[in-house]
């Protein structure tokens, strides 16, 4: 799948700093970093953008491209900094991200249609979040709707169901992927994206990278499009890569109910094997799940 690399993002303190300062050095290294790692993409999260929102996007883009060809990701809820950057990428960029919001379809959407670019496009709506498969379903139908009668084709378009956190709500995991899993039915032709370190968000650092993975892995199974993830984790870019196929396998035979003996099994294939358990849904997340 594509890796949309997430490093580039305004709530980090090098990010933010680098910004502020117009400092460009900070940015390129994550650029080139991300660029040498594996990434398809380059996402440049600018959050809300409220100072200088045309400016700000513009020196980021230009200090970005100036030392990779990727194309760009412009990630930012103000429609006046996301134009700003469309307007300047050289190659096709990625409108992340519009919804099913009012503002969002109103000033978003025709965005997309005017520079011609792909779109990711959220489950959100005015009433917030679609707590299940089938509202996040009815959600996605009427805003995917409303794109294509702006002339957006469903080959142009992204399509994100929000990823809560595991430590924050277990079900919802189980919700995600199984939207996922039946989306290309529902709507053909559509491609598919995730906010992938969402499932970590609120665990201990050292367990995040391998809920990214093993969630990753899992997506991947039901033909996942792409991933806003850490293209510097060496891991996750070389099971996207298809070279541990050893833990692949036993993800998708945990995945298939299938009683796997532990005692036969290496210390990191343990892990793994227990993480896809918690993804499932069959123990019961808590900070220490690796170690029972």
């Known amino acids: 799948m594509f890796i949309i690399g997430e490093s580039i993002h305004i709530i980090s303190k090098v990010v933010s700093q680098a910004v502020k300062e117009r400092n460009p050095k900070p940015i390129q290294e994550l650029a080139i970093a991300q660029t040498k790692a594996g990434a398809d993409y380059i996402d440049l999260n600018l959050g809300p953008a409220r100072k200088n929102p045309e400016e700000t996007v ?3 883009v230009k200090t970005v491209e100036e030392v990779t060809n990727l194309p760009l990701s412009i990630d930012t809820l103000n429609p006046v900094a996301m134009e700003a950057g469309l307007s300047i990428c050289k190659k096709r960029p990625l409108l ?6 009012t503002d969002s379809k109103e000033r978003m959407l025709p965005l997309a249609k005017k520079y011609n670019t792909d779109l990711v496009l959220s489950v959100l709506t005015d009433r917030g979040c679609p707590p299940d498969v089938e509202s996040r379903i009815e959600s996605i139908m009427e805003t995917v709707a409303y794109a294509n009668e702006l002339g957006i084709p469903n080959e142009d378009i992204w399509i994100d169901p929000i990823l809560l956190p595991v430590s924050a709500d277990q079900k919802q995991v ?9 989306l290309p039915d529902i709507l053909p032709g559509i491609k598919s994206t995730i906010g992938l370190s969402n499932i970590s968000n609120g665990t201990p650092e050292e367990l995040r990278g391998i809920l990214n993975r093993t969630y990753m892995v899992m997506l991947g199974r039901y033909g996942q499009h792409s991933v806003i993830a850490d293209a510097l984790d060496k891991e ?7 070279e541990m196929p050893e833990i692949t396998s036993l993800i998708y035979r945990v995945m298939d109910g299938e009683e796997v003996d532990l005692s036969s099994l290496s210390q990191k294939e343990r892990d793994y094997l227990k993480t896809t358990k918690v993804l499932k849904g069959e123990t019961l997340y808590s900070h220490s799940w690796l170690e029972v």
Request: charge should be positive; hydrophobic fraction near 45%; glycine fraction near 12%.
């Open 58 to 60: 513009q020196w980021l």
């Open 96 to 101: 992340n991200s519009a919804s099913g919001r």
């Open 174 to 182: 189980g919700e995600a992927l199984e939207f996922m899993k039946i």
């Open 236 to 242: 996750l870019i070389s099971l996207n890569k298809g």
